[in-house]
């Protein structure tokens, strides 16, 4: 029988264990700042957490979307929108794409407080930016890899990401430093300048999204 000698490593979690763990690490403290932000300004951390979601949307989004984004029930979403809506600050319409449905924007005052919002939360973005430029981009194409594995599972939500944009095309360059394709600003796109939240995506078709995050894994 084989005895493997003990180290004093052994009982370190698997780097996939500590990739997550990090993950969540930063996500606790990201929602501290929204909680604190929230507290400031007399709202829930839910409705803070709307009003970043709808931050530089032109088209309007539905409930279920934000739902879903969210985590949360149709219902509870639907009470905190109204919330923000009688505080002025998110306004109502009809869907631009389906006369039926109504849909969500952020009201000028709404637009007004999301920048403050975005300013509080800036620590985040400062400390990735004081990243070297070459590990920035190593760790954009890693999240994107583990988002698009976690896409196969149906358990992340729908993204602005280029890799769901009826605009992007895959590997249209294969070989070259910028393999696909943005066809709405007509031009080649790095993989380091691939978007997570963009204000022009438009959703492709679920077969197409699921080859793109496919193939990107
Ligand atoms: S850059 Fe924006 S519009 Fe272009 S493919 Fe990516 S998400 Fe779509």
Known sequence: MDIKPETPWDGTPDISARIIVAIGRVSS???AGVWEFATAESLNPTQAEILHLLRDRTQGV???????QLSVSKASASDSVSALVSKGLVRKARAQDDGRASALWLTAQGEVLTEKMSKALSFADDAAAALERKVQEELLIGLFKLIAQLQKGER???LRACLSCRFFEAN???GSPAPHHCALVKAPLPISFLRIDCAEHQPTDPVNERQNWEAFA
């Open 62 to 68: 539905r409930l279920t979307w934000l739902a879903s």
């Open 29 to 31: 403290v990201m929602r």
């Open 156 to 158: 992340f939500p729908a």
């Open 172 to 174: 249209r360059f294969p």
